[in-house]
């Protein structure tokens, strides 16, 4: 599973001195994977304490940025705990779900990048057999 971590990466100046960034997915560095594919949505979304969102599917590149919250995400047969700060990647037609843990849930900013047709809702609803989360340091 592809998290990267906003402490963890690089960061440097930009635009002249004026701008500092830390960039979770550098210029350029996704540029032949997505080719042919359109920014289809940039969305904030929250979990409530104890709800999943139900397991789907699409045709997109979808990353979802934790705000709050330490949810697990499954992407097939993977699943991790997440944390503020951190970037997942979701590959193209890959099964994913999250979910919020303890009693704060979870709040979060999703973008996907699209090669499907526009249609709703969007997503195609699917099976996923839970799997052993991975707890990672923070």
């Known amino acids: 599973m592809d998290i990267r971590n906003e402490k963890t990466a690089k960061a440097f100046v930009e635009h002249e001195g004026t701008v500092k960034v830390t960039s979770l997915v550098p210029k350029f560095t996704m540029r032949e994977e997505t080719a042919g594919g359109f920014l289809e949505l940039v969305d904030h979304f929250e979990i409530g304490p104890g709800e999943k969102v139900a397991p789907h599917y699409h045709d997109t590149h979808e990353f979802y940025y934790i705000l709050e919250g330490d949810p ?15 970037l997942v990647h979701i590959p ?15 709040k ?29 340091n923070r």
Request: a negative charge; one cysteine or more; hydrophobic letters at 30%.
């Open 108 to 136: 979060g900013l999703c973008f996907a990048i699209s090669y499907q047709e526009p249609y709703d809702p969007g997503y195609i609803p699917c099976e996923l057999p839970e799997v052993a989360v991975t707890e990672r």
């Open 92 to 106: 193209r037609n890959a099964r994913h779900t999250i979910w919020a843990t303890g009693d704060r849930g979870m």
């Open 72 to 86: 697990v995400v499954q992407i097939e047969s993977e699943a991790h705990r997440v944390y503020p700060g951190e």
